[in-house]
């Protein structure tokens, strides 16, 4: 069949979801109005595609990496969207994680005749799209696929590399992304939700049961992770530094210095678990045994990410992302003052941690990370939002705030001395 008669034959399948979906929803095609983001500011670069909230930042997998959505749903009619700029910002967004390993999530429902990119367009982005964003990209995970995507795959086949086809993973329902990410840090469409709804009660001729999720489970004495820094300190005799972040850097500053990527790649999810696990249950940890540098590098970022609250503290949010409107010349004092208002226990443990990762970017000639890389991988580690996720507007005063902190660190930390202080 030639690429023509496919293309013919994927815009017959289009028509087809989109009899169903209005036949099941009872609703005219349409598309979601703009995503508002509070945080977007209309001098962005890419506003005028960025406001529709198309392509969204969204936590972390379970390994760790990024994730980046991408809804279908938020796209505007094609006469309404500039599709060039759209590949352009997908780009833009995408070039702030290549460096490390990330993830991508495609909610196809929602793509209707109205909206659809040309075929041309695809091919172009595929093409455009080279080894730099193809190699870190560890997982696309296609939600809610129809025959309209079957189609599209036999028109692309040939440009895809068995090795990249690997990577894509087809999920039929939003449950089945539990086990792959973190879903609650998902900002799923709305639209998209109910159309989930509307699939299984299809399956099983009515609406899905709910589910009952047992109580949470108190933590054991010796928990480390998902607790707070106070009660690791409480079942620790005092200690300020908890066990499994200076074991960490302690064993990565012996052995990780000069590893180039190091906290940019990922690790099995299943060993990052085993870990956690013997943490959790106050047993030791010998990284030896693992034979991979990358894994206590992923502990360390797990841990700060599943504190109950953020090191910086959700206070001091709003005050971070202010860093780019202050003057160039003040922002090192600025960001002094809010690392200074930090209650004493998270000032010391930011203090070991940034400590730390300023040995690493001294390193960057071997290490290849900089501290503005190091800032990529752990603004979100460090301060995020207290509801939701941060935004992809806010990553660049959390990562500029991040990088000052590491590159400035003996200037921003000089002046607050606290006793039983350890650094690394």
């Known amino acids: 069949m030639s690429e023509i008669d496919y ?26 109005p703009p995503l508002e983001d509070p945080e977007l500011n209309i001098n962005h670069p890419y506003y005028d595609v960025a406001r529709h909230g198309i392509i969204q930042l969204a936590g972390d997998d379970n390994s760790g990496r990024k994730v980046i959505t991408f809804s279908c749903c938020r796209m505007p009619p094609s006469h309404q969207l500039n599709h060039a700029r759209l590949l352009e910002y997908l780009k833009y967004t995408l070039d702030q994680y290549v460096e490390n390993d990330y993830t991508v999530v495609y909610f196809h429902y929602g793509l209707k005749s109205l909206n659809k990119p040309s075929l041309k367009w695809l091919q172009t982005a595929y093409k455009e799209f080279d080894r730099k964003y193809k190699k870190n990209l560890k997982a696309l995970y296609v939600v809610h696929p129809t025959n309209f995507i079957k189609i599209l795959w036999n028109i692309f086949k040939p440009l895809i590399s068995h090795k990249f086809g690997k990577k894509i993973t087809y999920l039929n329902y939003l449950s089945d992304l539990r086990e792959h990410l973190k879903y609650d840090q998902l900002n799923i469409p709305q639209e998209v939700i109910r159309h989930d709804e ?227």
């Open 198 to 424: 509307n699939l299984r009660r299809k399956q099983k001729g009515k609406l899905p049961p709910v589910i009952k999720v047992p109580p949470p489970r108190p933590p054991l004495p010796t928990q480390q992770f998902g607790v707070s820094l106070q009660y690791i300190m409480d079942k620790n005799k005092g200690e300020l530094i908890p066990p499994v972040m200076k074991e960490t850097v302690s064993y990565l500053k012996r052995k990780g210095l000069q590893v180039e990527g190091l906290f940019r790649r990922s690790a099995s999810i299943q060993t990052i678990k085993d870990v956690q696990k013997l943490y959790n249950q106050g047993k030791s940890v010998n990284f030896d045994d693992y034979h991979d540098i990358h894994i206590p590098a992923v502990i360390l970022k797990t841990f700060l990410r599943e504190l109950p609250q953020p090191l910086l503290t959700f206070e001091c949010y709003d005050h971070v992302l202010g860093i780019t409107s202050v003057e160039s010349s003040l922002r090192v004092t600025r960001c002094k003052q809010i690392v200074q208002g930090l209650p004493e226990h998270n000032y010391v443990v930011l203090k070991y941690l940034i400590c730390f990762l300023h040995m690493v970017s001294q390193e960057s000639i071997y290490n290849r990370m900089t501290a503005s890389s190091l800032a990529c991988v752990f603004g979100l580690n460090l301060i995020w939002p207290s509801k939701g996720t941060a935004s992809l507007s806010a990553l660049v005063p959390l990562n500029l705030f991040t990088e000052l902190l590491i590159d400035f660190y003996t200037n921003i930390f000089n002046s607050r001395t606290v006793p039983g202080e350890i650094l690394p």
């Open 7 to 32: 293309e013919k034959l994927a815009e017959i399948e289009l028509q087809k979801d989109e009899a169903e979906d209005t036949q099941s929803e009872q609703e005219e095609t349409n598309t979601s």
